[in-house]
């Protein structure tokens, strides 16, 4: 009997046909071309386009800040590279919001770019022959000066004074600023596992802008702990559950430290659940204690305070901060 008629792919030649297409996948993936490669940071670029790629210094020790802040119009080295062109780029500054453009565009002189004059949030645009590439993976907040602050309150906004206010001398000097912070602000990642909303006030306050007071390293060190406690290999539920305190919520913190760190956005509260059992137990709470004593060893300039709490009846939680020398107690 005669075979049916085939357009001649035979078995044999879809099976030969199939493992070409794998391998050629395969190779895809170990050896991408640069235009799969192209990001904000990415190389990317085509014939005349400059190459972007961030430099060892922009996500922190930790390499997952997402967050620089500065002063109004101040001059600073942006964390990025550029290389493959012969012309100077320029640069424009867009809303992390929206992306709309806020400046002229600038020429880009080595890394050294000027933060805009009015407070908010941003990201760096460069211009290149094919339009702007926006650098999404650094956020750049522009502070509020805390000279602006008009007595106790900002814009509206009741922050209260802090100690070095009424004492002076030897007081702990305020933040130098303060991050605006609009409603539409607050799921914005400041960090690979952290979002502005974390750390702002929890004083129930119906006032927008608010404002807060943040470190990048207290992120830097928040991520090096979850790093050590393997947060690569599994799902770890956190919660901040204090972030930045105003000096005038702050006093209404029961056992909180008349000078908590809290009111410098360099201190964080955390519960975590290192097991992933579903609760943060007490035994979670020591876990997590134990890597930031491991991270302070290996990142001395992050050192600061640990305070252990849950032994008491109370939550289990852990306060750590970046206040510039240890300091360890149990509540």
Not at 11 to 23: E, N
Not at 142 to 161: A, E, H, M, Q
Request: charged share 20%; hydrophobic share 40%; net charge neutral.
């Amino acid at each position: 009997m005669r075979a049916p008629p085939t357009d001649g792919w035979t078995l044999g030649r879809v099976i030969v046909v199939g493992l070409f297409a794998i391998g050629i996948a395969a190779l895809l993936i170990v050896n991408p071309p640069a235009m799969l490669l192209a990001t904000a940071f990415g190389s990317g670029a085509g014939k005349g386009e400059p190459r972007i790629a961030a430099s060892s210094s922009a996500f922190g020790e930790s390499g997952q800040v997402r967050l620089q802040v500065r002063m109004p119009g101040e001059l600073f080295d942006f964390p990025v590279e550029v290389s493959g062109s012969s012309a100077l780029p320029t640069y424009i500054w867009v809303k992390a919001e929206d992306s709309s453009a806020v400046i002229e565009p600038r020429t880009l002189t080595g890394t050294t770019v000027k933060a805009p004059v009015l407070p908010g949030l941003y990201r760096l645009a460069l211009m290149t022959p094919s339009g702007r590439r926006i650098v999404d993976s650094v956020v750049v907040g522009v502070l509020v000066p805390f000279s602006t602050k008009f007595g106790s309150s900002l814009n509206g906004y009741r922050i209260g004074n802090y100690r070095w206010e009424r004492l002076g001398g030897d007081a702990s000097p305020p933040p130098a600023g303060f991050l605006q912070v609009l409603p539409e602000d607050l799921e914005m990642q400041v960090s690979a596992h952290l979002r502005l909303g974390d750390f702002v006030t929890h004083d129930g306050q119906d006032v927008w802008p608010r404002y807060v007071a943040l470190d990048p390293r207290i992120l830097d060190k928040i991520e090096l702990v979850l790093a050590d406690l393997g947060v690569k290999d599994f799902a770890m539920p956190m919660d901040v559950s204090s972030g930045f305190r105003t000096p005038m919520y702050n006093r209404t913190v029961p056992r909180a430290a008349g000078d908590s760190r809290h009111q410098y956005g360099d201190a964080a509260d955390l519960a975590i659940d290192v097991d992933g059992d579903g609760r943060v137990t007490f035994a979670d709470a020591v876990a997590v204690a134990r890597a930031v004593e491991r991270v302070e060893h290996r990142h001395p300039n992050l050192v600061g305070g640990l305070g252990l709490y849950g032994n008491r009846g109370t939550s289990p939680y852990v306060h750590i901060d970046v206040r510039g020398k240890p300091s360890r107690w149990r509540g």
